[in-house]
């Protein structure tokens, strides 16, 4: 057995509303076996070893952050579509550009680097919702699965686990208009054709300890509805993310094709459950919010990219208040900062209500960890805790952002930058702020030219 110990000078235990000072963390083959108190200028507990074998960690340790909502490709557009007017169909024209210059060779290249930048912010685990299945005219590798296997090689060459969220997409509007373009590489016919890749990539998945297989329905304008229910029943108990009012276009056209809002629609084809993460709900009604936490289904928010899109402020008070367990993810990746996508949460609500305190502390740090690890379907993650995985995350107290801060401030003045060190199932993998393995700008840059220029 590979044994490991921590000593961290802050570490934010569960169910506490602060972190705690001077904690020994202990693990054994990438769990932790023990997590210990120490009083203030005392000795270890009996049983434990002399703190000399204890790697220090200096400033605040968190457990790993997961970012449950990535498109890896999308990091080729940081600065590119940020400066001009327009909205979130015009950015995705540009989006679609890059989507259809990649195979599975450049895809490896750009996600690899793009999972060391999310290391590098603290991310253990990844949740990648992945459409870009076959080739530029929509004809099926040879490998049927090569892009999603690309993914999960490019997350375990940056050394995090991945939740690969395979996502069925079959139209290109609400009234079933067919895919065109770029969008042809991302159908599989039908729910079948769909479900025929997706067991072939579930049975390829037991050889990797890093990933799991999900499933996504990319939306209610990609799936038509007769085909919602089927896939509904043929992912019972898998984690099923799906794209949820994002828009108010997509709540229109739903409207009119179906008489009801996109909610609704997937509540009434058994969709909500409590393995389901809806990813933004940004355009609910209270009866949305109401099917969503009578379902005890997830919600993923992603503030950075709701933001850069133009496609508002959801209600995530209401939503936590329902019994809706709120995860954030970075999404289109224009900002890789799990720390300001949980303080967006509660000063977007402050902007919507002009009142402060909508959300404390503790409860964004589930938003960016625990909560998030099981939406994933990583429940044994996330948690400081005896037989959680060891994922540690160590945030510097010493920064111009973080200086005479309290440790209970973390999540409203650090970034992505103050992350000192990164352990992932007890392995470090990033040190002194620098990813062990990856040149993490020099591969980004290398691989973002290649499909760019």
């Known amino acids: 057995m590979t044994r490991t110990c921590w000593l961290a000078e802050y570490a934010w235990l569960p169910d506490r509303a602060e972190?705690?000072?001077?904690?020994?963390?202990?693990?054994?083959?990438?769990?932790?076996?023990?997590?210990?108190?120490?009083?203030?200028?005392?000795?270890?507990?009996?049983?434990?070893?002399?703190?000399?074998?204890?790697?220090?960690?200096?400033?605040?340790?968190?457990?790993?952050?997961?970012?449950?909502?990535?498109?890896?490709f999308h990091r080729a557009l940081r600065g590119r579509t940020q400066g001009g007017r327009g909205d979130f169909w015009s950015w995705r024209d540009r989006m679609y550009e890059v989507a259809a210059r990649l195979d599975p060779d450049s895809y490896l290249a750009l996600a690899r680097a793009t999972y060391a930048e999310?290391?590098?912010?603290?991310?253990?685990c990844v949740g990648e919702f992945h459409y870009l299945h076959h080739g530029p005219d929509g004809t099926g590798y040879a490998d049927p699965n090569a892009m999603g296997a690309a993914l999960v090689?490019?997350?375990?060459?940056?050394?995090?686990r991945i939740t690969l969220l395979d996502t069925l997409y079959l139209t290109a509007t609400v009234d079933g208009a067919p895919l065109a373009g770029p969008q042809r590489r991302f159908g599989d016919g039908d729910v079948d054709g769909w479900s025929d890749r997706h067991d072939r990539l579930t049975a390829a998945s037991h050889a990797w300890q890093h990933c799991r297989v999900g499933a996504a329905l990319h939306s209610v304008r990609a799936v038509p509805a007769d085909q919602i229910a089927t896939f509904a029943r043929r992912n019972e108990g898998v984690p099923l993310h799906v794209h949820l009012s994002e828009q108010p276009a997509e709540n229109d056209a739903c409207r009119a094709m179906h008489g009801c809002t996109p909610t609704r629609l997937l509540a009434d084809r058994g969709v909500l459950t409590q393995a389901t993460t809806a990813v933004h709900a940004t355009h609910l009604t209270s009866a949305d919010v109401t099917l969503l936490g009578d379902a005890r289904a997830g919600v993923c928010l992603c503030p950075t990219t709701e933001r850069d899109l133009a496609d508002g402020i959801?209600?995530?008070?209401?939503?936590?208040?329902?019994?809706?367990?709120?995860?954030?993810?970075?999404?289109?990746?224009?900002?890789?900062d799990l720390f300001e996508e949980a303080r967006a949460v509660e000063l977007d609500e402050r902007l919507r209500t002009r009142r402060r305190g909508h959300f404390a502390p503790a409860e964004l740090l589930a938003a960016a960890t625990a909560t998030g690890h099981a939406a994933l379907?990583?429940?044994?993650?996330?948690?400081l805790a005896v037989g959680a995985r060891a994922d540690l995350v160590t945030v510097r107290q010493d920064s111009p952002r973080t200086a005479g801060m309290?440790?209970?401030?973390?999540?409203?003045?650090?970034?992505?930058?103050?992350?000192?060190?990164?352990?992932?199932?007890?392995?470090?993998?990033?040190?002194?702020?620098?990813?062990?393995?990856?040149?993490?700008?020099a591969e980004l840059r290398a691989a973002i030219e290649a499909v760019t220029r």
């Open 153 to 160: 090689e490019a997350a375990a060459q940056a050394g995090i």
């Open 406 to 441: 309290p440790p209970v401030g973390a999540f409203f003045a650090a970034t992505a930058a103050d992350v000192a060190s990164v352990v992932v199932d007890g392995r470090q993998v990033v040190a002194d702020g620098r990813h062990l393995t990856v040149d993490v700008p």
């Open 19 to 72: 972190p705690t000072a001077d904690v020994l963390i202990e693990a054994e083959d990438g769990r932790i076996t023990a997590v210990t108190p120490l009083a203030a200028g005392g000795d270890p507990t009996a049983g434990v070893e002399v703190l000399d074998d204890a790697v220090r960690l200096p400033g605040l340790t968190l457990p790993g952050l997961a970012n449950a909502h990535s498109h890896a």
């Open 377 to 383: 379907g990583w429940a044994d993650a996330g948690r």
């Open 118 to 124: 999310l290391a590098l912010a603290g991310i253990t």
């Open 314 to 336: 959801g209600p995530a008070r209401r939503l936590a208040d329902a019994g809706v367990g709120l995860s954030l993810g970075s999404d289109s990746h224009a900002v890789v």
